[in-house]
T-cell receptor, first 115, second 116 residues
Framework: AQSVTQLGSHVSVSEGALVLLRCNYSSSVPPYLFWYVQYPNQGLQLLLKYTSAATLVKGINGFEAEFKKSETSFHLTKPSAHMSDAAEYFCAVSTTTSGTYKYIFGTGTRLKVLA | DAGVIQSPRHEVTEMGQEVTLRCKPISGHNSLFWYRQTMMRGLELLIYFNNNVPIDDSGMPEDRFSAKMPNASFSTLKIQPSEPRDSAVYFC??????????????FGDGTRLSIL
């Protein structure tokens, strides 16, 4: 069955430190993968997406993610955290099996940035 | 460009009342999704429409919930009768493409529903 697992419901980093948010997926066919960000009282916004082109995907606000098929991972990184990065981040997978469409979100990781 | 528009932004009503949430997707998008978000259960897909036709409603909690999409520019999610456990933020999202699309979903700002 298709699934998305985000390790760590809460992550804290210091301002200027590396951000690493983990996402592992399970899919029987090559998936499309997405990272979204949600700021308070807002809907989800797309950060970046993987659609079987380059394995290293660059998104908005300095974020990037690397698709690693061998590890079934799509971790989100940013070299230097900024206070404005504090938000909740969701990994999502879009896939299909036997004609059944699935778009699955992970449970989210809340990022806290410490001054 | 106008994004996904949801109304109302906030709704407070008493248990037993009918609640109708509205969504206007982005023009040209042919897929529409309704989600519910709570602290306990996270983001749950309720129903998915493609070309105004419901494709997957397996996430609809129970018969009290119903969704319609009478045309490409409007959808409603109705709860009747409402219960306190329906309190949540309800999101509508739209996307270009069919079932297996690599296009991202675009979300509205949600409707915060409180059932007293």
């Amino acid at each position: 069955a298709q699934s998305v697992t985000q390790l760590g419901s809460h992550v804290s980093v210091s301002e200027g430190a590396l951000v690493l948010l983990r996402c592992n997926y399970s899919s029987s066919v090559p998936p499309y993968l997405f990272w979204y960000v949600q700021y308070p009282n807002q809907g989800l916004q797309l950060l970046l997406k993987y659609t079987s082109a380059a394995t290293l995907v660059k998104g908005i606000n300095g974020f990037e993610a690397e698709f690693k098929k061998s590890e079934t991972s799509f971790h989100l990184t940013k070299p230097s955290a900024h206070m404005s990065d504090a938000a909740e981040y969701f990994c999502a997978v879009s896939t299909t099996t036997s004609g059944t469409y699935k778009y699955i979100f992970g449970t989210g990781t809340r990022l806290k940035v410490l001054a | 460009d106008a994004g996904v528009i949801q109304s109302p932004r906030h709704e407070v009503t008493e248990m037993g009342q009918e609640v109708t949430l509205r969504c206007k997707p982005i023009s040209g998008h042919n897929s529409l999704f309704w989600y519910r978000q709570t602290m306990m259960r996270g983001l749950e897909l309720l129903i998915y429409f493609n070309n105004n036709v419901p494709i997957d409603d397996s996430g609809m909690p129970e018969d009290r919930f119903s969704a319609k999409m009478p045309n490409a520019s409007f959808s409603t999610l109705k709860i009747q009768p409402s219960e306190p456990r329906d309190s949540a933020v309800y999101f509508c999202a739209s996307r270009m493409g069919g079932a297996y699309s690599n296009q991202p979903q675009h979300f509205g700002d949600g409707t915060r529903l409180s059932i007293l």
